[in-house]
């Protein structure tokens, strides 16, 4: 049984859930790095600096540092942002951009708008996985994102989100200046911007084929990261400079060092009791399962095999995550000899994920 459903994932990498539990919520909930909640908050504006809100019977603005804030679950949005969220929550990607379609180019009136945009942004990007000639209709998008939060300025929470998410897209499409300069300009958001510009930079050298110098930056940032998510996004980031080098063990060891504490700690740290960490012990067992296969030996095949699975029973169903946790599997079992279990791998891929990429391999 998959540990969470793919609304609360969706919620937590858009970083503003709403919606949450497929109810609408009695209020805004801000949801505070770290892990406490403000609830029933009015929030009146968000911006990239900070957030203003009240409290029933509190008549008294009060305000949050928007670099303190990891979520927003809005009390509403507008009915074809929601629809195309639902979408996306059901792996649609292609759907969910025709139904989001309208927020490109348009003015952002009111703080949930900002989150319209970045979710056309990410439909964008989902779709690319499945389907590369979306990337630069995505790029166009994102930008257009961009030069709106950047205009709403008190509505412009989102803009150093859609700023990462055009990084990201302009790596996937190999224009590593422009993605680099993407990445730089979050550093004026925040503190934890900063590490994310830092993040970035190191997946623009990583994606480039310099495994060292991303490393080097990695390492840096395992040490400066100030919440959990952060550090962990750094380690594996350092763990996947390590396979670029072929270090395989060194790879290994290093996710192996850190994936029993983060699993042990959850429940008990709210930091990492969230979606997005989930994510990130899923891509754990992938990074250990690549490095056991680099290293080839048939014990070690087995091992990544066992690895492979892991990370699909933790992945959340019908994510990109999952059906590269079941291909690398059935490329194992067929490595190992083990056909027909790479058969029924291969099949389970292509019922499961349809419209994966992986699946198209």
Same mark, same amino acid.
């Given at each position: 049984m998959k540990p969470m459903t793919i609304q609360l994932r969706l919620a937590t990498l858009l970083g503003a859930a709403a919606f949450l539990f497929g109810g609408v919520a009695a209020a805004d909930e801000i949801y505070k790095v770290g892990g406490s909640v403000v609830s029933k908050a009015a929030i009146n504006e968000a911006s990239f600096e900070q957030v203003k809100y009240k409290l029933p019977g509190i008549s008294v603005t009060q305000t949050l540092k928007a670099d303190e804030i990891a979520t927003i679950q809005w009390r509403s949005i507008r009915a074809h942002a929601r629809e195309g969220k639902g979408l996306l929550e059901n792996g649609k990607a292609k759907e969910a951009v025709a139904k989001l379609k309208s927020f490109e180019g348009e003015q952002v009136r009111k703080a949930s708008d900002g989150f319209g945009h970045y979710l056309l942004g990410l439909a964008y990007v989902e779709y690319a996985k499945a389907d590369p000639s979306q990337l630069a209709p995505a790029v166009t998008a994102l930008k257009s994102s961009v030069d709106q939060l950047k205009a709403?300025?008190?509505?412009?929470?989102? *803009?150093?989100?859609?700023?990462? *998410? !055009?990084?990201?897209?302009?790596?996937?499409?190999?224009?590593?200046?422009?993605?680099?300069?993407?990445?730089?300009?979050? @550093?004026?958001?925040?503190? $934890?911007?900063?590490? $994310?510009?830092?993040? %970035?930079?190191?997946?623009?050298? *990583?994606?480039?084929?310099?495994?060292?110098?991303?490393?080097?930056?990695?390492?840096?940032?395992?040490?400066?990261?100030?919440?959990?998510?952060?550090?962990?996004?750094? +380690? *594996? %980031?350092?763990? $996947?400079?390590? !396979?670029?080098?072929?270090?395989?063990?060194?790879?290994?060891?290093?996710?192996?060092?850190?994936?029993?504490?983060? +699993?042990?700690?959850?429940?008990?740290?709210?930091?990492?009791?969230?979606?997005?960490?989930?994510?990130?012990?899923?891509?754990?067992?992938?990074?250990?399962?690549?490095?056991?296969?680099?290293?080839?030996?048939?014990?070690?095949?087995?091992?990544?095999?066992?690895?492979?699975? $892991?990370?699909?029973?933790?992945?959340? @169903?019908?994510?990109?995550?999952?059906?590269?946790?079941?291909?690398?599997?059935?490329?194992?079992?067929?490595?190992? %000899?083990?056909? +027909? @279990?790479?058969?029924?791998?291969?099949?389970?891929?292509?019922?499961?994920?349809?419209?994966?990429?992986?699946?198209?391999?």
């Open positions: 709403a300025k008190k509505f412009s929470f989102y *803009l150093p989100h859609c700023t990462n *998410l !055009l990084g990201k897209a302009y790596i996937d499409s190999k224009q590593y200046d422009k993605a680099k300069t993407a990445y730089d300009s979050l @550093q004026g958001y925040g503190k $934890r911007w900063k590490v $994310r510009a830092g993040l %970035g930079g190191a997946r623009v050298k *990583l994606a480039q084929g310099d495994a060292s110098a991303a490393r080097d930056e990695y390492k840096r940032l395992m040490s400066s990261a100030g919440d959990a998510e952060l550090k962990a996004e750094a +380690t *594996l %980031g350092y763990a $996947r400079a390590q !396979l670029g080098q072929e270090q395989f063990k060194g790879a290994a060891d290093t996710v192996r060092s850190k994936l029993l504490p983060w +699993t042990s700690d959850r429940g008990r740290n709210p930091e990492t009791a969230t979606v997005r960490f989930n994510d990130l012990i899923v891509e754990a067992f992938l990074i250990w399962g690549d490095a056991e296969r680099g290293m080839k030996g048939k014990e070690n095949l087995e091992w990544a095999l066992v690895r492979y699975l $892991r990370a699909e029973a933790t992945a959340t @169903q019908g994510t990109e995550l999952g059906a590269e946790s079941l291909y690398k599997a059935a490329e194992v079992s067929k490595e190992l %000899g083990l056909d +027909t @279990q790479a058969a029924s791998l291969r099949e389970e891929l292509g019922q499961s994920y349809p419209n994966s990429s992986w699946s198209k391999k």
